[in-house]
């Protein structure tokens, strides 16, 4: 029966009491002890019997089932080196006929290279205190990827998926837009883990495209995002001033990008800070 081999929250404890492992909040561990949670992660990130996921930080194993269990192949990167050994333990004990089908690199998500496979999905409960930069590692290193499915602090779901003009827009909702089609794909009570935090969570879906066209390479777009973020309160004109070499250069891009040189920031979406990116690399 399609869930009966998942890990409920007297299974997570008893694991890690069997592990000696007390769970740390400097590598943000919170696992998710709710079938019913990661069933539905895996039914929102579309994963099929054809799926090639990537994992970041499995923890003890939860997720890591759920999304073998649709015969999806998984590369699971976790940086707790206990934690990386127990895991094909765990999954050949509940999944043994899915065990061949996951790859586990002890490795940080934020510097691995090679993975030795493209993934097409990457399907993750990220830990609290890296998910934007590790989210922006691999959406950036990872071209083969189509869709993604991320659980992570509200206050940063909401950041990612929030539009131009709005109050929570800024560097991580511009960035990721790079990559792909944001959209909230639901909130995650704190009930469902183990220790509980003190926040609710979020899930974001993404859906993957080609990076507008521009000149610029994605970091000297990227350096521009930064940089009119950096003092978001002021106009581009002068938020810029300092990265163009004065104001005066500033409004010249901004006007040959067709930028209003008095608008902020956070009212320019990606394809505004690329256009902007190749005034600047005219100049």
């Known amino acids: 029966m399609p869930g009966s081999d998942l890990l409920g929250a007297r299974e997570i404890r008893e694991l890690a009491a069997h592990l000696g492992i007390r ?35 499995p923890g003890l194993g939860s997720l890591t089932l759920a999304l073998l269990e649709p015969g999806a192949r998984v590369v699971a990167i976790e940086i707790d080196p206990l934690l990386a050994e127990q895991l094909p333990v765990t999954v050949q004990a509940h999944l043994p006929e899915r065990a061949d089908a996951l790859t586990v690199i002890h490795a940080d998500a934020l510097t691995v290279q090679d993975l030795g496979f493209e993934p097409d999905a990457l399907v993750a409960n990220l830990p609290y205190n890296v998910s934007v930069p590790v989210l922006l590692q691999l959406l950036s290193t990872l071209p083969s990827l189509r869709s993604v499915l991320v659980m992570v602090q509200k206050e940063v779901a909401d950041r990612l998926v929030a539009g131009p003009g709005s109050r929570t827009y800024g560097v991580p909702s511009v960035k990721v837009r790079w990559f792909g089609d944001p959209q909230a794909a639901g909130s995650v009570s704190p009930k469902v883990f183990w220790p509980e935090p003190n926040v609710d969570s979020g899930l974001v ?24 973020f950096a003092q978001r309160r002021k106009s581009l004109r002068a938020a810029l001033g300092q990265f163009a070499g004065s104001p005066a250069q500033a409004q010249l891009a901004l006007e040959a990008a067709g930028i209003d040189p008095g608008a902020r920031g956070e009212s320019l979406d990606v394809g505004d800070f690329a256009r902007l990116a190749d005034a600047f690399g005219r100049d």
Request: charged fraction near 20%; glycine fraction near 6%; charge should be positive.
């Open 23 to 57: 769970p740390t909040k400097k590598l943000g561990q919170n696992f998710v002890i709710d079938p019913n949670t990661v069933q539905r992660i895996v039914r929102l990130a579309g994963i099929t019997a054809t799926s090639q996921v990537l994992e970041v930080g």
């Open 205 to 228: 879906r993404i859906t993957c495209h080609e990076p507008p066209k521009c000149a610029a390479s994605r970091a000297e777009v990227f350096a521009v995002i930064d940089a009119a």
